[in-house]
């Protein structure tokens, strides 16, 4: 009973010591993600609230930025830029269908019922242009690695 009990609490510690460390490219990718999602909503309310556009580089360089970040290859990379831009479009059509007007100069347009129109068609835009942002981050970040090793 004794052994049983010593083996249950061993698989317990284990697991929980497995979801409180996490190997350097989970660090990297979450990081390259948290990163280029900021780099996205600073690019979206610039883009919409100050100069009145749709958000078209913001979705791009924030995922450039997280790819940029990510250290594996280049899917992850993509990977990290389409998760930061679904969460920035996430943000951005929550702004748009609350009607909080943080981003306001591009969405006077819409009709407020078109709310989850705009909240899928936001998050496949980001979602692309993360992915491709994210993956030529990584291969500007592989290109200056290599160039660096050569001098």
């Known amino acids: 009973m004794n052994a049983g009990l010593q083996r249950i609490s061993e698989i317990i510690y284990n697991s929980r010591t497995d979801c409180i460390t996490m190997d350097q490219d989970a660090k990297n990718l979450w990081m390259g993600v948290v990163i280029g999602f900021i780099v996205m909503i600073v690019f979206a309310v610039i883009s919409i609230s100050v100069l009145n556009f749709i958000p078209l580089l913001g979705p791009f360089v924030g995922g450039l930025v997280a790819g940029y970040i ?67 981050g990584w291969m500007v970040k592989e290109r200056a690695h290599k160039k660096q090793l050569k001098v």
Not at 90 to 103: E, P
Not at 104 to 109: E, K, L, R, S, Y
Not at 126 to 136: D, E, M, N, Y
Request: zero cysteines.
């Open 70 to 136: 990510v250290h594996k290859d280049i899917m992850n990379a993509g990977k990290a830029g389409m998760y930061a831009a679904i969460f920035a479009a996430i943000v951005v059509s929550l702004d748009f269908t609350l009607g909080l007007k943080y981003m306001q100069g591009a969405t006077m347009a819409f009709v407020v019922g078109t709310g989850w129109l705009v909240l899928i068609a936001t998050v496949i835009y980001f979602a692309l242009l993360g992915f491709i942002g994210g993956a030529i």
